[in-house]
T-cell receptor, first 113, second 118 residues
Framework: DTGVSQDPRHKITKRGQNVTFRCDPISEHNRLYWYRQTLGQGPEFLTYFQNEAQLEKSRLLSDRFSAERPKGSFSTLEIQRTEQGDSAMYLC???????????FGSGTRLTVV | AQTVTQSQPEMSVQEAETVTLSCTYDTSESDYYLFWYKQPPSRQMILVIRQEAYKQQNATENRFSVNFQKAAKSFSLKISDSQLGDAAMYFCAYKGMNYGGSQGNLIFGKGTKLSVKP
């Protein structure tokens, strides 16, 4: 197992375009989390899944954001009609229930121009 | 709401010396986890050490140890024998056990940038 994988590593998009990111968690981890990290800040929680069920969403997750984990394995995070304020690092993490600590991926850096 | 505060935006240490990074948090919960994560310039967040609040003994992982003061809500990280590879952003994080409530929310501080001088 190579850990948590995220694709792409970098994405540059024009304002108003839609973007989709993918996260492949550690295979035996049934919990998957999305975080957003802006420059000079710690990561902020966006949403999390247990298997295919999305159990919690942050207020940061506006209507333009949608996340899925259709088969309880990989997950996608889509941002519609991107805005410059969406520019950030999007981090994915996974864990087992009760494990406390998370394993993070390397992130996808989004730049909206 | 829980908060995590790291009051040192930047710290510097000489190679082979010891440095302590500070973290305070605020919570009304009695059961929780505390973590220190390291984020090198390659940016993958790596777990350094974790502490369960019910454990009185301070966690230790090789050169890394914590000073956990539950009553003071303080959780500092000590790095002994600092190495060049320790240079990174260090984030303190909190996760409540909050049974029946939020299970996904790992709350991070703003981080401390550690530089190691040769």
């Amino acid at each position: 197992d190579t850990g948590v994988s995220q694709d792409p590593r970098h994405k540059i998009t024009k304002r108003g375009q839609n973007v989709t990111f993918r996260c492949d968690p550690i295979s035996e981890h049934n919990r998957l989390y999305w975080y957003r990290q802006t420059l000079g800040q710690g990561p902020e929680f966006l949403t999390y899944f247990q298997n295919e069920a999305q159990l919690e969403k942050s207020r940061l997750l506006s209507d333009r954001f949608s996340a899925e984990r259709p088969k309880g394995s990989f997950s996608t995070l889509e941002i519609q009609r991107t805005e410059q304020g969406d520019s950030a690092m999007y981090l994915c993490a996974s864990s087992l229930p009760g494990q406390g600590s998370y394993t993070f991926g390397s992130g996808t850096r989004l730049t909206v121009v | 709401a829980q908060t995590v505060t790291q009051s040192q935006p930047e710290m510097s240490v000489q190679e082979a010396e010891t440095v302590t990074l500070s973290c305070t948090y605020d919570t009304s919960e009695s059961d929780y986890y505390l973590f220190w994560y390291k984020q090198p310039p390659s940016r993958q967040m790596i777990l350094v050490i974790r502490q369960e609040a019910y454990k009185q003994q301070n966690a230790t992982e090789n050169r890394f140890s914590v000073n956990f003061q539950k009553a003071a809500k303080s959780f500092s990280l000590k790095i002994s024998d600092s190495q060049l590879g320790d240079a990174a952003m260090y984030f303190c994080a909190y996760k409540g056990m909050n049974y029946g409530g939020s299970q996904g929310n790992l709350i991070f501080g703003k981080g401390t940038k550690l530089s190691v001088k040769p």
